[in-house]
């Protein structure tokens, strides 16, 4: 069994993987917890609302210290909170405040409120730390409360209030954003807000208010129901005013006349229909209108863009539509996500999990190589590596768009012509087929990767 590179960090269990499943191995220790949360109905009850994933146990004989394993229903994309947009952060909060909230009903409480803890299963959020239920005690205060201002109430702020980069704070702080810096970054205006005042202004100085920051504060029950509701109260009221972005607009200010855009779809849905593949990645998604249309072509679509507000407006239209197929993430392609924490190896890098039958690349490539200075052969390269089939566009040299971004950008753009990408792309991939969009000069390629 292959031992997870971040589950070092909990006592109570153990994620490995054999034989190309996911398992959890849970202590000795916590197996009366585990019992209670199974006996008292919990589970079942989170099970069928969807909060939690689903899992089905059997005795394990890897080691003596672990003697019961859970194998739970897979995952088809781990993502991590820095890659989520701001509503996939404010969702993965709710969720995590609703279990929280049930638990208690049910005699048992969430240990650690991590928001590594929750995964995107397409659009919903789903818990997946079967080990992080604990048998709650009377009077006893929410040992994970600093934590949950820490993974969500803090980056939301900082999102809501200054500027949504803040949340890539959370790629450099694996135990979330410190509730002191949260406070030195925050406008005065927040302290009209009662929810920050309370669980960051308050929290960051010190003072034991009626919410229980100190460790020996005793609260009963219904005073800790009250507290998650609290909770559950600021982050709703937490929303980003994202204004206009660079390509959140993309569609409307395209080049693409009605016809070039229906003739686009269907090239991309025909191929993408002749190759029956299983998972396609999107790269450069933007709103994720390529993705939602091939949602019944494939089991799983994995849509990335590194515009905040396209991203978030793709999940947004993604939940809107109920497409349960399709998960976005924040993804800068030039600069992927890095494998971060103890030893690199605690988060894994983006290149590291993805796997893709098919990637998309549509609108994308002038952008890598002129105003990104990146290669052909260099592009060719890592996408081959990361699926086996290719359908990407390649705008002629005299398209509008090109033109647009090579103004700035001269000595790249005189090295930018079809004979260097044909070349290029050819040396790591068999051609399929081209078509070209007819009265806008861009060309679609689709290939194959070669052996």
Known sequence: MIIEGA??????????????????LLHRDYLPHYEKFIKSGLYDCLAEKKLIVRHYEQPSNINSSYPLELIPEEIPFISYPYEWSFNQLKDAAILTLEINKISLTYGMILKDASAFN??????????????????????????????????????LALCSYTDIRFKQFLLSNLDGIPIEFCKKMLPKASLF??????????????????????????QPKAKLLAIQE??????????????????????????????????KERIVSLWTEQLNVNSILDLGANDGRYSRLLKDQASFILSTDYDEKAVDLNYLFSKEQSVENVQTIHLNFVNPTPAIGYGNQERKSFLERVNADLILALALIHHL?????????????????????????????????VQQIAQNKPHQFKNYCQESFLKAFDRFYTMKAVEEITGNKRLIYLYERKA
């Open 7 to 24: 589950s070092f960090r909990d006592n109570h269990s153990t994620v490995g993987y054999e034989e190309g499943r996911v398992k959890r």
């Open 118 to 155: 929750v995964q995107f299963s397409g659009n919903r959020p789903i818990f997946i730390d079967t080990a992080s239920f604990e048998i709650y005690e009377e009077g006893k205060t929410w040992h994970a409360y600093q934590q949950f201002c820490r993974h969500f109430i803090a980056p």
């Open 193 to 218: 807000n009662s929810g920050l005042f309370l669980h960051i202004w308050l929290n960051a100085i010190g003072l034991k208010a009626k919410f229980g920051v100190g460790s020996t504060y005793k």
């Open 230 to 263: 609290h909770l559950l109260n600021t982050i709703k009221q937490l929303n980003w005013k994202s204004g206009q972005t660079e390509w959140s607009n993309y569609y409307t200010q395209t080049n693409y006349s009605k016809y070039d855009g229906v003739q």
């Open 369 to 401: 190589f002129i105003t990104h200075d990146i290669p052909f052969e260099k592009i060719a390269a890592l996408l081959a590596k990361m699926g086996k089939y290719l359908i990407i566009e390649f705008p002629l040299p005299d398209d509008e768009k």
